[in-house]
């Protein structure tokens, strides 16, 4: 059973534009929030996470947005740039070190 | 500095043949995680270590995936009599902070094609 979903397997953006990635969860104990980035070939790289206590976590062009009482998270990237082109994944965590993948958003940002 | 890293990059193994995936975490770092990445899926829990202490391994698939970390440094995964289901790309990360929470770095992976 999926905990951690990212409904959207592909999202195509103007590069300048704000790309916008989202990710649903079904766990309520989940009090902790990660995205990662990942190119071919390579692991996972962490990129920003929010802890549930907060809305909101701001890191340059990037910004992660968390609604609890929908159990839904998203990632904001403005501007979009052609680098930013990857795999993005969502992760959550109830204690510990565990934490629960979605299956991933693939973003390309055309020049 | 060097990032984590793991070999063999790929393997092929015929089914019923034992495998052996290594894994090279960052100096120092307490915390190692193995994950298992099917086709089209996020990255799924295999196990973790916290130094050479294994404190978590609930999510291997089965008693023919087993893991060690003798020295708390390198680990190994062990996959015995491999299934075609055993295919898959397997992560291996490592943090730096053995409490909760501490960011996990991962290496490139390695590709498991089980014939």
């Known amino acids: 059973d999926q905990q951690v979903k990212q409904n959207s397997p592909s999202l195509s953006v103007q590069e300048g534009r704000i790309s916008i990635l989202n990710c649903d969860y079904t766990?309520?104990?989940?009090?902790?929030f990660l995205w990662y980035k990942k190119y071919p070939a390579e692991g996972p790289t962490f990129l920003i996470s929010?802890?549930?206590?907060?809305d909101k976590n701001e890191d340059g062009r990037f910004t992660v947005f968390l609604n609890k009482s929908a159990k839904h998270l998203s990632l904001h990237i403005v501007p979009s740039q052609p680098g930013d082109s990857a795999v993005y994944f969502c992760?959550?965590?109830?204690?510990?070190?565990?934490?629960?993948f979605g299956t991933g958003t693939s973003l390309t940002v055309i020049p | 500095g060097a990032g984590v890293s793991q070999s063999p990059r790929y393997k092929v193994a015929k089914r019923g043949q034992d495998v052996a995936l290594r894994c090279d975490p960052i100096?120092?770092?307490?915390?190692l995680f193995w994950y298992q990445q099917a086709l089209g899926q996020g990255p799924e829990f295999l196990t973790y270590?916290?130094?050479?202490?294994?404190?978590?391994k609930s999510g291997l698939p089965s008693d023919r995936f087993f893991a060690e970390r003798p020295e708390g440094s390198v680990s190994t995964l062990k996959i015995q009599r491999t299934q075609q289901e055993d295919s898959a790309v397997y992560l291996c990360?490592?943090?730096?902070?053995?409490?909760?929470?501490?960011?996990?770095?991962f290496g490139p992976g390695t590709r498991l094609l089980v014939l």
């Open positions: 766990n309520s104990m989940f009090d902790y």
């Open positions: 929010i802890s549930s206590i907060k």
């Open positions: 100096s120092g770092h307490v915390s």
């Open positions: 270590f916290q130094n050479e202490a294994q404190l978590d």
């Open positions: 990360a490592s943090s730096l902070d053995g409490g909760d929470r501490g960011t996990q770095y």
């Open positions: 992760a959550a965590s109830a204690t510990g070190n565990q934490f629960y």
